[in-house]
């Protein structure tokens, strides 16, 4: 039981991973198949795999995200904040936004149910 936050990060690691290498199947295998996830290019949220493979193909066709994850905090009910290094680039690669956001996932069986965006608290232990 001692391990589950470290193979949870390490599958959140994956996720980010994934995303960044616009492998849609590589990050859904990750996720339970009623995951929801924010649409934070387009506000609202999306439900399901499908729906999530439809709102990327989207997004990176109109804009060129890369997400890093910096810091993971263990929070309750299962939760884990990330922060996350966010740098957004139009398609002619011109930066639209470099900032520091935070992810925050509900994990489910061992797989990301849900992320929603959230605000950064100013001290928060560090896993």
Same mark, same amino acid.
């Given at each position: 039981?001692?391990?589950?936050?470290?193979?949870? &990060? !390490?599958?959140? *690691? #994956?996720?980010? #991973?994934?995303? /960044? #290498?616009?492998?849609?199947?590589?990050?859904?295998?990750?996720? %339970?198949?009623?995951?929801?996830?924010? $649409?934070?290019? $387009?506000?609202?949220?999306?439900?399901?795999?499908? !729906?999530?493979?439809?709102?990327? %193909?989207?997004?990176?066709? =109109? &804009? /060129?995200?890369?997400? !890093?994850?910096?810091?993971?905090?263990?929070?309750?009910?299962?939760? &884990?904040?990330?922060?996350?290094?966010?740098?957004? *680039?139009? $398609?002619?690669?011109?930066?639209?936004?470099? =900032?520091?956001?935070?992810? *925050?996932? %509900?994990?489910?069986?061992?797989?990301?149910?849900?992320? !929603?965006?959230?605000?950064?608290? @100013? @001290?928060?232990?560090?896993?």
């Amino acid at each position: 039981m001692s391990d589950q936050p470290a193979l949870l &990060i !390490e599958l959140l *690691r #994956a996720a980010y #991973a994934a995303f /960044n #290498a616009r492998d849609i199947d590589a990050a859904l295998v990750l996720m %339970t198949p009623d995951v929801v996830w924010p $649409k934070a290019f $387009k506000g609202g949220f999306v439900r399901g795999s499908e !729906e999530v493979r439809a709102y990327w %193909t989207e997004q990176w066709s =109109e &804009i /060129n995200p890369h997400v !890093e994850p910096v810091s993971f905090y263990l929070e309750e009910a299962g939760r &884990i904040l990330v922060d996350v290094h966010q740098v957004v *680039r139009d $398609k002619a690669y011109a930066v639209l936004v470099d =900032e520091h956001v935070g992810h *925050r996932f %509900t994990l489910e069986h061992g797989l990301i149910q849900a992320m !929603e965006v959230c605000p950064l608290p @100013s @001290s928060t232990p560090k896993t």
